[in-house]
C-alpha cells in the first residue's frame, strides 16, 4: 500500500524541529518526505491539515504475556497509537516455566484471571525457550510490535525447580548460577532486549503449591544478581527491574550496578518514579541522587515515570497495596470470598489491620487514608459518591471499621477508587522532563480491573501542549514526541520510534484540538478473551485519527481494520539491535 499524506505538522522521533511536510509511504517504508505532487503510481491520499505526523509510540513496561496470546492485536494499546510493546517485565515471562508455573508467577501478581492463563497454556505451550517462544509470537496476527525481556523468575524455576526458587534458605550452587547465566545468554542470542527482576515481596504467588509466596526473584541474593548482570553489561543488554517499593532501600544497588566508572555502564531502569501521597518529598530526594550517579559516576539509570494521575479502583479488598502490610496479605491469601468475608468480620483480625493501617512511618505505597477513598459503586447506594472517611462520620466508628464492614458485608460489589500519586500537576512536569526518567509502566495487560494507562503517550503530550498554551512550556512537544519514540527505540536497542527515510512506516496521526479533558477519562469495556470480564480502559474519541503499523492501516477514525487482528503483515518480534 502506497500512501501520500499531505500537509502534516511531521514528528520524526528526534528533538529535530517538527515543520510542515508531505511523507511519502511506499512498500511499507518512509520513503519521502518534503514536498511532492501527485505520484504516478496507485496511493492513498491522507489530508494531514491541521494534523500531527509522530512515530508509533513505545510502550516499554507491559505485561501483555497472556493477552498477546490470546488476542495478539492488542486493541486496546493500538487505538491509542502505541505500536510496539515489550513483554516480560518485572521478572515474569512465560518462555521456560512450565504453564502451571507460568500461571503462578503471572495471574495473582498481575490480576489476570487465572482459570482463563492456565489452560490457555496447557493447550498451546509447546516452546521451551527463548528462539521457540519468539517463533511461535511470529505465528501469530500481532498487532503491534512485540518485544521481551527474559523474566528472572522464570529463569529461576527452570533451574532451581519452584520449591527451590521460593525457599528463602536456598542458595543456588555455582553450577546452577552459570546455569542461569547461560538461559540468559540464550535469550540474548534469541534477540530478547536483556533480563528483568524484581525485588519488592509484595509481589505474590498464585495456585496451591506455594500460595503467597513473593516471585522468585525475590529471594535471589547479591551475588546472583551481580552474576547475571555481568552479562546484561558484557552484551551492552538492558536491566528491567524494581526496588524494594516498599522500603525503598535497596535502589542504591541497582543506581551502583548500572555505574560505569572503569568498567562497561549497565543499562537499569526501575519502576517507579512518582510523586507519591504517602511521601511526598521523596522524588526530590530521588533525583537528586539519580543525578550524582548518572553525571558524576557514569551511570545510565532510567526511573520509569508515569505522566498521569496514579489511580487505582479497587473490587471490595482486591487491590494489591493491601499486599505491603501484614494484614493485608492476610486477607489476600484467601481466595474463597466467604473465607475472607469471616476474617475481615473477625476481632482480632480488625485490631491487626487498624494497627497496620496507622503506623504512621511505617515504609508504604499506599497513603493508608481511607477518607481519600471514593465509593464508586455499592449495594448501599447512599454510600456511593461518599469515602469511607464519610461513611465512618456516619456511623461513628475508625475509617478501618467502615471500610472491613463494607468490604465483608459486599465483597466486590463494593467499587472505589483513590489515587496513590502523581496527584499534583507541577510536580509531575518536573518528573517527566528529567533526563532521568522514561515515560513508562503503564502495566497494560495486567491489573484489568484496577489501572487503566493505555493512553499514557496521549497524556504525555496533553500536558506538555496545555503548558505551551498557557505560555509557560516546561518542555518542546518534540522533546515529548522523543521521549515517547526515538529515545526509547535507541536506549532499549530497538529498531523503533523513528521516522527517517527508510524505516518501517509505524506511525500515528493525531488531532492536537482534541487534546482535551477526555484524554483523563477511565471507563469499562468488554473483554471477551477473558470471558467478557469488564476491564478499565481509556477512550478519547476522535483523537487519534490513524494508526499504522508496518505501513498498514490498523485503526482509522475510530475503526480497526477488518484484517488488523486477523491476518499478518501489521506487528512482528523485533530483536535487540546489537550494540
Known amino acids: 500500500m502506497n ?45 494531514g491539515t491541521g494534523k500531527w505526523m509522530t512515530p508509533g509510540f513505545i510502550d516499554t513496561h507491559t505485561h501483555y504475556d497472556a493477552e498477546v496470546l490470546l488476542a495478539p492485536a492488542l486493541y486496546e494499546s493500538t487505538r491509542h497509537g502505541v505500536t510496539t510493546v515489550i513483554l516480560g517485565c518485572c521478572s515474569i515471562s512465560m518462555v521456560y516455566g ?15 484471571p487465572r482459570d482463563i492463563v492456565l489452560p490457555l497454556l496447557e493447550r498451546i505451550k509447546t516452546w521451551k525457550n527463548p528462539t521457540a517462544y519468539k517463533n511461535y509470537l511470529k505465528t501469530l496476527n500481532l498487532g503491534p510490535n512485540v518485544s521481551a525481556f527474559i523474566g528472572h523468575s522464570d529463569i529461576r524455576i527452570a533451574t532451581l525447580g519452584l520449591e527451590k526458587a521460593v525457599d528463602k534458605h536456598y542458595v543456588p550452587s555455582r553450577p546452577e548460577l552459570g546455569l542461569m547465566k547461560s538461559k540468559l545468554k540464550e535469550s540474548m542470542d534469541a534477540g530478547f532486549l536483556g533480563l528483568s527482576m524484581m525485588t519488592t ?38 536491566l528491567q ?59 545510565d539509570f532510567k526511573w520509569q515515570a508515569l505522566p498521569c494521575k496514579f489511580q487505582v479502583f479497587a473490587d471490595g479488598m482486591d487491590l494489591v497495596v493491601f499486599e505491603e502490610f501484614g494484614a493485608g496479605e492476610e486477607a489476600l491469601h484467601l481466595e474463597k470470598l466467604d473465607e475472607r468475608r469471616k476474617l475481615l468480620r473477625a476481632n482480632d483480625y480488625r485490631e491487626r489491620f487498624r494497627k497496620d493501617y496507622d503506623k504512621k512511618f511505617s515504609p508504604r505505597v499506599w497513603h493508608r487514608d481511607f477518607g481519600d477513598a471514593l465509593i464508586l459503586n455499592c ?25 472491613l464492614d ?16 502523581n496527584h499534583r500537576k507541577n510536580i509531575l512536569e518536573k518528573l517527566i522532563s ?55 527505540g535507541n536506549w532499549f536497542n530497538l529498531d523503533a520510534g523513528h521516522l527517517k527515510i527508510g524505516d518501517r512506516a509505524d506511525f500515528v496521526i493525531l488531532n492536537p484540538d482534541l487534546l482535551d479533558e477526555r484524554v483523563l477519562a477511565i471507563e469499562e469495556a468488554a473483554f471477551p478473551e477473558m470471558g467478557d470480564m469488564q476491564r478499565l480502559v481509556n477512550r478519547n474519541a476522535g483523537l487519534v485519527e490513524h494508526v499504522f503499523i508496518n505501513g498498514k492501516p490498523a485503526y482509522q477514525h475510530e475503526n480497526f481494520n477488518p484484517e488488523f487482528g486477523h491476518a499478518k503483515g501489521y506487528g512482528t518480534f523485533l530483536e535487540a539491535i546489537p550494540r
Open 379 to 403: 449495594p448501599e447506594k447512599d454510600f456511593i459518591g461518599k469515602s469511607f472517611g464519610e461513611i465512618a462520620l456516619m456511623r461513628n466508628v475508625h475509617p478501618v471499621e467502615a471500610f
Open 434 to 488: 528529567s533526563p532521568d526518567s522514561i515515560p513508562s509502566f503503564s502495566d497494560a495487560g495486567a491489573h484489568l480491573r484496577s489501572m487503566a494507562f493505555y493512553n499514557f503517550p496521549l497524556q504525555f503530550l496533553k500536558l506538555v501542549n496545555d503548558a505551551q498554551k498557557e505560555g509557560r512550556s516546561f518542555m518542546t512537544l518534540e522533546e515529548a514526541v522523543n521521549k515517547l519514540t526515538g529515545d526509547l
Open 98 to 112: 512450565e504453564p502451571e508455573d507460568c500461571a503462578d508467577i503471572f495471574t495473582r501478581v498481575e490480576a489476570v
Open 241 to 299: 527491574g524494581a526496588p524494594d517499593i516498599v522500603t525503598k532501600y535497596n535502589m542504591f544497588f541497582f543506581l551502583w550496578e548500572s555505574v560505569g566508572l572503569f568498567r562497561k555502564k549497565l543499562k537499569t531502569t526501575l519502576i517507579t518514579l512518582a510523586d507519591c501521597k504517602a511521601n511526598p518529598y521523596l522524588w526530590r530526594f530521588v533525583l537528586l541522587v539519580t543525578a550524582i550517579f548518572n553525571r558524576l559516576l557514569k551511570a
Open 406 to 421: 463494607a468490604a465483608a458485608d459486599f465483597g466486590k460489589e463494593l467499587r472505589w477508587t483513590t489515587v496513590i500519586a
Open 201 to 238: 515481596r509484595w509481589d505474590k504467588l498464585d495456585g496451591k503449591r506455594f500460595r503467597s509466596r513473593s516471585l522468585p526473584s525475590t529471594y535471589a541474593r547479591l551475588k546472583e544478581f551481580r552474576a547475571l548482570n555481568s552479562v546484561l553489561r558484557e552484551r551492552g543488554r538492558v
Open 3 to 47: 500512501i501520500l499524506v499531505k500537509d502534516i505538522r511531521f514528528f520524526d522521533g528526534s528533538k529535530e524541529k517538527s515543520s510542515i511536510q508531505d511523507v511519502w509511504i511506499e512498500n511499507g517504508k518512509i520513503a519521502g518526505v518534503g514536498k511532492f505532487q501527485k505520484p504516478e503510481i496507485d496511493h492513498t491520499i491522507i489530508d
